[in-house]
């Protein structure tokens, strides 16, 4: 006699794992009905002994079957929107082969890359919208061999950009305008334009908190290495402040905004702001001050149910997740 089990059944387990430029990010969850759970997480710099941090979070962890997802950015990584003539599906993957690297810095040879098509609704037009996405070979089968190694075997991979934007959709109201993401990250940050369930525009932005935790640190002489330092010291730091470290984070924001309005008439409205950076208290008004955009942060954590301890632990780690939470959708 075979006795069902229709709790276990409905129940749909991930482990997300973000993996940025200098921390990597860990989540274990699941979801039952129509709720998204949080049981486990691992923040880990990536230091020589990080293996081994791995290794000691994916042992004696009662992970069945779980659907493991690696979630990537960086340089070697890119999100591309372009005009792409009008063509039969199954021949867009045949001419990409050929020519990615028109449309992209990048080769079919030295990516692996996948595609979607946008606004497909006017038939009558010569071309529609592509997403791009590709990251290249080498940095991603490197991620994978130190992950395998550890025991965690990615089943799925997946794009930084791609996975907020998802979450965004899924949770936050769309109130008719373009709205950006941005994502403060380490050494770079990520602006991603959405509207109209599609991504408009994703473009990486070389300053990231790297370059503004060292001015921060030169200018109030106390080291602050990390996100954790920031917090630290986060009294210490005015607007004024802000505003002398973070010109040229403004001003790279502000090119990629213009840029959209100026070819595809979409002027962002507001911006949701996440990443380790995001622990400044007061950067949300600083960025809404220097762009004349409304600013708010991107709070995942409020979606998810999950432990009082590993709630708190969490929200003082503040945006460092909102990446691997993401990716449990």
């Not at 430029?21 to 002994?49: C, H, M, P, R, W």
């Not at 050494?187 to 070389?206: A, E, F, G, P």
């Not at 986060?234 to 002398?244: C, K, T």
Request: charged share 25%.
């Amino acid at each position: 006699m075979k006795i069902k089990l229709p709790f276990l059944q409905s129940v749909f387990r991930k482990v997300s794992i973000d993996w940025g430029s200098s921390a990597l990010k860990i989540v274990s969850g699941y979801k039952f009905k129509d709720s998204y759970f949080i049981t486990d997480f691992l923040y880990q710099n990536l230091q020589e002994n990080f293996s081994e941090a791995l290794s000691k979070f994916s042992r004696g962890k009662s992970f069945l079957l779980p659907d493991i997802i690696l979630s990537l950015d960086g340089p070697s990584t890119l999100v591309r929107v372009v005009d792409f003539p009008r063509m039969d599906k199954k021949m867009i993957r045949q001419s990409l082969s050929y020519e990615l690297s028109k449309y992209i810095p990048f080769s079919a040879e030295e990516v692996y890359f996948d595609f979607s098509i946008l606004n497909n609704t006017e038939t009558r037009s010569e071309s529609f919208k592509l997403l791009i996405v590709s990251a290249k070979k080498d940095f991603v089968e490197e991620k994978i061999r130190i992950l395998e190694e550890a025991g965690l075997i990615p089943l799925k991979i997946t794009l930084s950009p791609i996975v907020l934007s998802n979450a965004f959709l899924k949770f936050f109201p769309q109130e008719g305008y373009p709205a950006g993401l941005l994502d403060l990250g380490y050494s770079s940050s990520l602006i991603t334009v959405v509207y109209k369930d599609n991504i408009h525009l994703s473009r990486q932005i070389k300053k990231g908190a790297k370059d503004i935790l060292e001015s921060l640190s030169n200018v109030l002489g106390k080291p602050i290495n990390n996100f954790r330092d920031l917090v630290a010291v986060q009294r210490d730091i005015s607007l004024e402040l802000l505003s002398e470290v973070c010109s040229d984070l403004i001003e790279e924001i502000k090119l990629s905004l213009d840029y959209l309005e100026t070819k595809e008439n979409l002027a962002v409205k507001k911006i949701y702001s996440t990443g380790g950076l995001t622990a400044c208290k007061g950067i949300e008004e600083f960025l809404a001050r220097g762009l004349g955009i409304e600013v708010c942060p991107f709070n995942l954590l409020k979606y998810f149910k999950c432990k009082d301890s590993i709630k708190k632990d969490l929200e003082e780690l503040k945006g460092n997740f909102s990446v691997a939470i993401s990716s449990l959708l």
